[in-house]
């Protein structure tokens, strides 16, 4: 996995490259992360978050579209660290997240757009690998995932070695 890379010199390396335009805050304790995408859409409801994270991450990058509420919190420690345990290398979430100040010390990368105390209901709801509008652009899992802390790139093309 590439350890350190800059979003702006691959943006300008790659012109194909698409940025995920939001005010990202990061949450993670990893600055820098990369990985393959597996997209989720979900609203206030993150049993599908939770499921995925207890299934081996194999240095993957979960995007999910949370409809940008603010409302409930899509991530919390306890899930951070299920998937720092099974090896996700991070997660980009349109909407929010909590437990931060645990979440900054897991060898984990998070962008999300805020945070709330508020946890989520399980309805069992939730979609995975559909392609997802994040930003004005489309994810689709198997994408390329490059996030620092000027923002994230997706790409249907590997930038970096993995």
């Given at each position: 996995?590439?350890?350190?890379?800059?979003?702006?010199?691959?943006?300008?390396?790659?012109?194909?490259?698409?940025?995920?335009?939001?005010?990202?805050?990061?949450?993670?304790?990893?600055?820098?992360?990369?990985?393959?995408?597996?997209?989720?859409?979900?609203f206030?409801d993150?049993?599908?978050?939770k499921?995925?994270?207890?299934?081996?991450?194999?240095?993957?990058?979960?995007?999910?579209?949370?409809?940008?509420?603010?409302?409930?919190?899509l991530?919390?420690d306890?899930?951070?660290?299920?998937?720092?345990?099974?090896?996700?290398?991070?997660?980009v979430?349109?909407?929010?997240?909590?437990d931060?100040?645990?979440?900054?010390?897991?060898a984990l990368?998070?962008?999300?757009l805020?945070?709330?105390?508020?946890?989520?209901?399980?309805?069992?709801?939730?979609q995975?690998?559909?392609?997802?509008?994040?930003?004005?652009?489309?994810?689709?899992?198997?994408?390329?995932v490059?996030?620092?802390?000027?923002?994230?790139?997706?790409?249907?093309?590997a930038l970096?070695p993995?």
């Amino acid at each position: 996995m590439a350890d350190s890379f800059s979003t702006p010199d691959l943006a300008d390396s790659a012109p194909d490259a698409r940025a995920l335009i939001h005010a990202w805050r990061d949450f993670g304790g990893v600055d820098n992360f990369t990985g393959v995408a597996v997209t989720v859409k979900c609203f206030e409801d993150n049993s599908l978050v939770k499921e995925l994270v207890q299934q081996p991450g194999e240095g993957r990058v979960m995007v999910v579209d949370g409809g940008c509420s603010l409302r409930r919190a899509l991530l919390g420690d306890q899930l951070a660290a299920k998937a720092v345990e099974n090896g996700w290398s991070g997660l980009v979430i349109a909407g929010a997240v909590r437990d931060v100040e645990i979440l900054a010390t897991l060898a984990l990368g998070v962008k999300a757009l805020g945070a709330c105390p508020q946890k989520t209901d399980k309805r069992g709801e939730g979609q995975r690998d559909l392609p997802i509008d994040i930003g004005g652009t489309t994810v689709r899992s198997g994408d390329y995932v490059y996030a620092d802390r000027n923002g994230v790139l997706v790409s249907a093309e590997a930038l970096l070695p993995l």
